[in-house]
């Protein structure tokens, strides 16, 4: 079956330091790989996806690039804001069409940034 | 992108009562939505996938009578917790899938007290 594995946290870092979340899965066939947030109280978020090998997703500076060689989906950014402070999930969906809400996620990393 | 509701956010409810939870798909048509449950600082784990005119599937460990599972339109599923417990107290999310991309309802915090 699908599984994903995150980093363990709770991460904390100061503002402006570099951010690397680790994801590894291990999935049948070709997944799409996608990165959520989720901000205190509230449902999750899309943050960027890769559906294929070695696309890169972006969004808000948050980098992560689809590595199906080692099975790896990290996350990345260069310099995190105290507004970054959220939980971070990872996931995985190898359904098509309608089917793409059901997704594998990874167990959630807790960051948070002190100015 | 496309929006999913979902209602109430939060319900307090008392012990051996029931619950309805509604997750609507607002500018799409979903014929199949899925029901996540989170329990506080942990994963979602998927619950139930729910099917558009007909029975839902339910994950392994889930009892089907305690969390029925509804799909009647195109745009609308609801997952009614009966005879709610303490222990069922978690946080509700549900998703639809357009293209390529799942959206998520809002969440609801379920506490049964």
């Known amino acids: 079956g699908n599984s994903v594995t995150q980093m363990e946290g709770p991460v904390t870092l100061s503002e402006e330091a570099f951010l690397t979340i680790n994801c590894t899965y291990t999935?049948?066939?070709?997944?799409?790989l996608f990165w959520y947030v989720q901000y205190p109280g509230e449902g999750l978020q899309l943050l960027l996806k890769?559906?294929?090998?070695?696309d890169k997703g972006s969004n808000k500076g948050f980098e992560a690039t689809y590595r199906k060689e080692t099975t790896s989906f990290h996350l990345e950014k260069g310099s995190v804001q105290v507004s970054d402070s959220a939980v971070y999930f990872c996931?995985?969906?190898?359904?098509?069409?309608?089917?793409?809400?059901?997704?594998?996620f990874g167990q959630g990393t807790i960051l948070t940034v002190h100015p | 992108g496309a929006v999913v509701s979902q209602h109430p956010s939060r319900v307090i409810c008392k012990s051996g009562t029931s619950v309805k939870i509604e997750c609507r798909s607002l500018d799409f048509q979903a014929t199949t939505m899925f029901w996540y449950r989170q329990f506080p600082k942990q994963s979602l784990m998927l619950m139930a996938t729910?099917?558009?005119?007909?029975?839902?599937?339910?994950e392994q460990g889930v009892e089907k009578d305690k969390f029925l599972i509804n799909h009647a339109s195109l745009t609308l599923s609801t997952l009614t917790v009966t005879s709610a417990h303490p222990e069922d107290s978690s946080f509700y999310i549900c998703?639809?899938?357009?293209?390529?991309?799942?959206?998520f309802g809002q969440g609801t915090r379920l506490t049964v007290v």
């Open positions: 890769a559906t294929k090998a070695d």
């Open positions: 729910s099917n558009e005119g007909s029975k839902a599937t339910y």
């Open positions: 999935a049948t066939g070709y997944p799409s």
């Open positions: 996931a995985l969906s190898n359904a098509g069409g309608t089917s793409y809400g059901k997704l594998t």
């Open positions: 998703s639809a899938g357009l293209l390529t991309e799942a959206f």
